[in-house]
């Protein structure tokens, strides 16, 4: 099936740093999503990006979508000890009509020192 | 509560037994999607629903069965449980329009002993 690249797998960090991760797919997409998982809770959206080139932010967050759009990458400036969880990114392939189906990156587990 | 919920939120089953995980949408969303969630797995589709009545196999469905009757409720039934349904099981909606967004539930732990 369809795969999204996501790197790192995990980030260990001190509090303050600034944090960057990134996914890539050999297809072109139409979304992509990022979205956090706390421990014991469901994935929550972040970010979501909607056309080649956008950079969007939410708050301490700034997500880009590729120009190729084929990857996007997020950013966390002034890490927190709240910012400790997984991050997702996520996708919808161009041309994929079935069910909004999307494809997650197996996630980014990021530890922050305080 | 408006949003998404999930029950039960922990579970532990025998094998052979059938076990059944309810999701509940208030936001009269159409589609509804079941992952679970595994380590080194991330999240995969099991199955989803585009409407009422309209249900489609994700990327493991094997060994599991779903029902939409109603637009708001979307159960996930394992038949006969294995030990490798041990997992934590996420539902999702999106509306009909949108870019893709989906929400989730709180997360569903299954263990089968």
């Known amino acids: 099936g369809q795969q999204l690249n996501q790197s790192p797998q995990s980030m260990f960090i001190q509090e303050g740093e600034d944090v960057s991760m990134n996914c890539t797919s050999s297809?072109?997409?139409?979304?992509w999503l990022w979205y956090k998982q706390d421990p014991g809770e469901g994935p929550v959206l972040l970010i979501a990006?909607?056309?080649?080139?956008e950079l969007t932010s939410n708050g301490r967050l700034t997500a880009q979508f590729g120009i190729t759009r084929k990857d996007s990458f997020l950013n966390i400036s002034a890490s927190i000890p709240s910012d400790v969880g997984i991050y997702f990114c996520a996708g919808q392939v161009q041309g994929e009509t079935s069910g909004s189906r999307l494809t997650f990156g197996e996630g980014t587990q990021l530890t922050v020192n305080p | 509560d408006a949003g998404i919920t999930q029950s039960p939120r922990y579970k532990i089953t025998e094998t052979g037994r059938q076990v059944t995980l309810m999701c509940h949408q208030t936001?009269?969303?159409?589609?509804m999607f079941w992952y679970r969630q595994d380590l080194g797995h991330g999240l995969r589709l099991i199955y989803y629903?585009?409407?009422?009545?309209?249900?489609d196999k994700g990327e493991v469905p094997d060994g599991y069965v779903v029902s939409r009757s109603k637009t708001e409720n979307f159960p996930l039934t394992l038949e006969s449980a294995t030990r490798s349904q041990t997992s934590v099981y996420f539902c999702?909606?999106?509306?009909?329009?949108?870019?893709?967004?989906?929400?989730f539930g709180p997360g569903t732990r299954l263990t089968v002993l």
């Open positions: 936001w009269s969303h159409s589609y």
């Open positions: 297809s072109i997409f139409n979304t």
């Open positions: 629903s585009a409407a009422a009545d309209i249900t």
């Open positions: 999702a909606s999106k509306g009909s329009g949108g870019w893709g967004e989906q929400f």
């Open positions: 990006l909607y056309k080649a080139g």
